[in-house]
């Protein structure tokens, strides 16, 4: 019932920036949280950034200062900027939302969008 399409993803060399996008669409649910999580090769999914519906940012560790996540209500859109790149930063990148009716809601997944840092 929600659909999330992320687009931004490419190539960039380790030190350089690239800016993620996930639109949103939904028939009648309500978004709630909005986050970003990614799946290196050959590893399971993890945590990237999350963020409320009142625009309150949670990050992991190993991006925290780099990776800045925000969102736009108005658009149904969440955003991830990031700097300073590493190759270890080179994954599929997945947008989620949370949505539902009430306090009972269901977690959402895009389809990705692979991000790789390389010189």
């Known amino acids: 019932q929600v659909q999330l399409v992320e687009s931004g993803g490419g190539l960039v060399q380790p030190g350089g920036s690239l800016g993620l996008s996930c639109a949103a669409s939904?028939?009648?649910?309500?978004?709630?949280?909005m986050g970003w999580y990614r799946q290196p090769p050959g590893k399971q999914r993890e945590l990237v950034a999350v963020?409320?519906?009142?625009?309150?940012?949670n990050y992991a560790d190993s991006v925290k200062g780099r990776f800045t996540i925000s969102r736009d209500n108005a658009k149904n859109t969440v955003y991830l900027q990031m700097n300073s790149l590493k190759p270890e930063d080179t994954a599929v990148y997945v947008c989620?939302?949370?949505?539902?009716?009430?306090?009972?809601?269901?977690?959402?997944w895009g389809h990705g969008t692979q991000v790789t840092v390389s010189s």
């Open positions: 963020i409320t519906s009142s625009g309150s940012p």
């Open positions: 989620n939302a949370r949505a539902g009716i009430s306090e009972a809601s269901l977690v959402f």
């Open positions: 939904s028939s009648f649910l309500s978004i709630y949280d």
